[in-house]
T-cell receptor
């Protein structure tokens, strides 16, 4: 059965800290790994990773994929209170019927 | 202006009732999805339609029936609601079944009492 496992499930840090969120996956016909940020409502897209070893960056956020070890990490540097959210990792399972298999998320709380 | 819109945003109903949630997207996408997010925030796919054709039907009770009158709409009808159906239901759409183009609606919080 397809599965995505995220760790830690929750994390509490202080503003300015750097955090690393982990995601491992086992899905059939893997296509890509996606990260989403969910605050109060809909998940919002952060990154999509398809190639190993190529870091994607957006401001203080960055992410990288290791297709050999089947995991990805999401780094957030100089965290701010506005980074508090649930971060969802999802693996795209292809084979003609693309779907996203989500992990349970990491709840990040950044305290001032 | 909303790209993927769901109605209603909140729904409180009694066990045994039948209810529908509507979803519309104005992005020109041809694939639409229903996801269920439980109380532990676990998001899981239920259905996917591509150009009105059902392409994904995960292990979901028969009480759940999606309907896609056209590629811009995907509605979800639920019969004989149960307490365990309480969750947030997200509609999403993408182009060409590709996950990178996913756009989620803002969710419908269903509470069954």
């Amino acid at each position: 059965e397809d599965k995505v496992v995220q760790s830690p499930l929750s994390l509490v840090v202080h503003e300015g800290d750097t955090v690393t969120l982990n995601c491992s996956y086992e899905v059939t016909n893997f296509r890509s790994l996606l990260w989403y940020k969910q605050e109060k409502k809909a998940p919002t897209f952060l990154f999509m990773l398809t190639s190993s070893g190529i870091e994607k960056k957006s401001g203080r956020l960055s992410s990288i994929l290791d297709k050999k070890e089947l995991f990805s990490i999401l780094n957030i540097t100089a965290t701010q209170t506005g980074d508090s959210a649930i971060y969802l990792c999802a693996a795209s399972s292809g084979g003609g019927s693309e779907k996203l298999v989500f992990g349970k998320g990491t709840k990040l709380t950044v305290n001032p | 202006d909303t790209a993927v819109s769901q109605t209603p945003k909140y729904l409180v109903t009694q066990m045994g009732n039948d209810k529908s949630i509507k979803c519309e997207q104005n992005l020109g996408h041809d694939t639409m999805y229903w996801y269920k997010q439980d109380s532990k925030k676990f998001l899981k796919i239920m259905f996917s339609y591509n150009n009105k054709e059902l392409i994904i039907n995960e292990t979901v009770p028969n009480r759940f029936s999606p309907k896609s009158p056209d590629k811009a709409h995907l509605n979800l009808h639920i019969n004989s609601l149960e307490l365990g159906d309480s969750a947030v239901y997200f509609c999403a759409s993408s182009r060409d079944r590709a996950p990178y183009g996913y756009t989620f609606g803002s969710g419908t919080r269903l509470t069954v009492v």
